[in-house]
């Protein structure tokens, strides 16, 4: 299970596809939209996708996952469009037969995510928003970002 979500991610679901008569652990990693980021009160987080893009480069981070360690299977879903506060932006699974390949292969899939998948977000707070980048929070990998443009190379705000 490789996608992207535009409604609420069912995280029962997630982990339920990663179910496997031979795993004895599944490790999850679920990120969540928290109220607050550097001082500021987020009122939401809203994400952009390159939808076909990110769901191969999910797949590509599982089929790596899967040569690195020896897992069950692993779902990785993603939410794009509005989150609110206290709801799930993304939702990893990995079932193993043991926890340390599980927990092992669940950090390395949520770090390469971040790291590569074309996902950007941006921070709804009070008094504005900004793009923050890839969902890792790169500066500068906003879908309106322009090089050289100090206010997008550098995260700062920009008022809406």
Not at 124 to 147: L, M, Y
């Amino acid at each position: 299970m490789y996608h992207l979500a535009r409604e609420v991610i069912d995280v029962g679901d997630v982990v339920a596809s990663v179910g496997d008569s031979s795993a004895g652990a599944t490790a999850t990693f679920i990120g969540m939209t928290r109220d607050h980021n550097g001082g500021r009160v987020v009122r939401f987080l809203e994400y952009e996708a390159y939808g076909g893009m990110a769901e191969q480069e999910m797949e590509r981070i599982g089929r790596e996952a899967a040569d690195r360690w020896p897992i069950c299977k692993i779902a990785i879903v993603h939410r794009t469009g509005l989150v609110p506060i206290g709801e799930a932006s993304v939702a990893i699974a990995v079932s193993a037969a043991h926890r340390a390949e599980a927990f092992a292969a669940c950090r390395f899939a949520i770090d390469r995510l971040k790291e590569r998948v074309p996902i950007w977000k941006k921070e709804h707070f009070e008094g504005g928003e900004v793009w923050i980048g890839h969902a890792g929070g790169t500066p500068g990998r906003d879908p309106q970002h322009v090089p050289g443009d100090a206010r997008t190379d550098h995260g700062e705000l920009s008022r809406g």
